[in-house]
């Protein structure tokens, strides 16, 4: 309806304004905005409907019988401008429609390859419940290098969280080549540090030499956690209402650029602890009018350390970032987290220690 409240306006001015002033070639105005608004043949009906009504106004006006900007060769020209600008405005149309039905199709082929990557996650595995959640930056740029995956092995559940460099499918591709090759390794080596060493590889072998995939990896046997962190943000846990950072005293290198070495965090968990892995989407975000970041640590005790359920926990998570960031993600976010819950209690004799 804006083209015909475009069309209308411009006949009533024509009518009702200044006869010094012409202009009724602004008619045009109207199948150029259906061009943007509409399909094709819509923009057409706009079209022919603007020639119509500038002809039929030049004919109550006196165009065709004036001289000077009232005469007949005034008044064609107007009426050559018009079709013109519709004729431009159809093909505009077509190619606009073309153009947003190639859009959608790599949107759905981008969307499948995410969903390769980010697969379910089950609600429980060994001793862990567990959620995920995963938000776009925007819903046309849904496709990023995010990614996440949860294997359940003689060793215990393993986890993998990381961000591959870039967005679009180079990400993609470079993000399902590491967690193909974790799926792979996880349940066949029992040596954590050799897993990194070969996801470093991996990244070196299959992406360009500026590509990088930030990672972290931690494994849960019984009541024992290690983590391997790869150049990604810390993970949280959440202990009885306190918040900390799993941190070593000496980061890695990020998988692709030398991921090696034995900086490892050795932990423990009781029954209730939650973890949160996250990627930089959170740590990162920003208030828009402030320039603060996002106070991860408090917003978490805040979210998960309520007696609700872990995806109950990341809805609300999710949401105090979004009221923070007023809706604008500069990034996306993949989230996962865990609940230690074992279905019998940890063995006894194991003290945990944290080295680095």
């Not at 009724?24 to 603007?50: D, E, F, H, N, R």
């Not at 567990?130 to 986890?159: F, H, K, P």
């Not at 930089?280 to 005790?301: I, S, Y």
């Not at 500069?330 to 989230?335: I, K, P, R």
Request: neutral net charge.
């Amino acid at each position: 309806m804006i083209p015909l409240a475009v069309l209308v306006a411009v006949i009533a001015l024509g009518f009702s304004g200044d006869r010094e002033y012409t202009v009724i070639t602004a008619m045009v105005i109207s199948p150029l905005l259906a061009a943007a608004l509409a399909c094709p043949w819509v923009t057409a009906v706009y079209a022919v409907l603007a020639m119509i009504a500038a002809a039929l106004q030049g004919i109550s006006l006196g165009y065709y019988s004036g001289v000077g900007h009232e005469g007949a060769p005034a008044q064609v020209i107007r009426l050559v401008v018009i079709a013109a600008g519709g004729l431009i405005a159809v093909a505009a149309s077509r190619d606009r429609i073309r153009r947003e039905a190639r859009l959608r199709d790599v949107t759905r082929v981008a969307d499948v390859a995410q969903r390769a990557i980010l697969g379910g996650v089950p609600a429980r595995l060994g001793g862990l419940r567990l959620a995920v959640s995963y938000d776009s930056a925007s819903a046309q740029a849904s496709v990023g290098g995010d990614l996440y995956e949860v294997v359940e092995s003689r060793w215990g559940v393993r986890i993998l969280v990381g961000d591959a460099r870039g967005k679009g499918l180079d990400a993609v591709r470079l993000a399902s080549r590491v967690t193909a090759t974790f799926r792979v390794l996880a349940d066949r080596v029992a040596d954590p540090e050799e897993i990194v060493r070969a996801l470093d590889a991996e990244v070196g072998r299959s992406g360009d030499p500026e590509d990088f995939v930030t990672a972290v990896f931690a494994q849960v046997d019984g009541a024992r956690l290690i983590l391997i962190n790869a150049g990604h943000p810390d993970p949280l846990l959440l202990r009885r209402g306190v918040a900390r950072l799993l941190a070593t005293d000496q980061r890695r290198m990020p998988l692709g650029l030398g991921s090696n070495g034995d900086r490892v965090v050795r932990d423990w968990l009781l029954t209730g602890d939650r973890m949160l892995f996250y990627t930089d989407g959170l740590a990162e975000a920003r208030h828009p009018r402030t320039r603060e970041f996002f106070p991860v640590l408090p917003a978490v005790r805040d979210a998960l350390g309520a007696d609700g359920g872990l995806d109950s926990g990341l809805v609300d998570l999710v949401g105090a970032l979004r009221r923070w960031t007023g809706s604008a993600l500069g990034d996306d976010v993949a989230l996962l987290a865990t609940e230690f819950a074992p279905t019998r209690a940890p063995a006894a004799g194991w003290r945990g220690r944290r080295a680095s």
